[in-house]
Every structure is written in structure tokens, then in C-alpha cells.
């Protein structure tokens, strides 16, 4: 299973959460409302959850190993410091 496509939705300047991003796999499978947190020890990205009646959180959906979970990881990243990049840029050339 490839990673075709990442696209960062929204990027936030304020607060812990950073971006939400959807990913899509082979061109034919999406997961959107990932999100990109900062955390004591950078960014991680947070998959998709909803909070049960008991007020915990549970995943929608997410990598089943660890090589899976980093790939996935890693492309996010890469995609947010790429249009953050550009978007730095952007604000340059308006100036």
C-alpha cells in the first residue's frame, strides 16, 4: 500500500494542534481528520477519533504496526514542513 497523496487542510498558528490532514493510499482509499499535534517532544500526528459515552477517545481508524504508524507519520510531516515552507514564502513575497 502506496501513499499517493497528503494533503494539509488547515494549519494553526495558536495551540497544540497544528493541522488536520487527510491522506490517501493507492489513489483509491482516504482517511481524513488526521491531525498534526505538538507534543513535549515535537509533532505527532493523532488519527481519526471519536470520544465513546465514557468520555474516552477511540481511534476510527489506524495503522495496525509500528513500520506502518512511522510511514505514514513521516509523510504527514514532511507535507505540513513543505506548506508551511510555502506558505512562509507566500507571506515574504506579500511584503
Sequence with gaps: MQITDVRIRKIATDGKMKAIVSVTFDNEFVVHDIKI???????????????TPDG????????????????????????????????VNEEAIEE
Design 56 to 87: 474516552e477517545f477511540k481511534d476510527i481508524a489506524h495503522p495496525i504496526n509500528t513500520d506502518t504508524r512511522e510511514r505514514i507519520q513521516t509523510s504527514i510531516l514532511d507535507a505540513f514542513e513543505k506548506a508551511k515552507n510555502e506558505e
Design 37 to 51: 499535534i505538538e507534543g513535549q517532544n515535537g509533532l505527532f500526528i493523532a488519527m481519526p477519533s471519536r470520544k
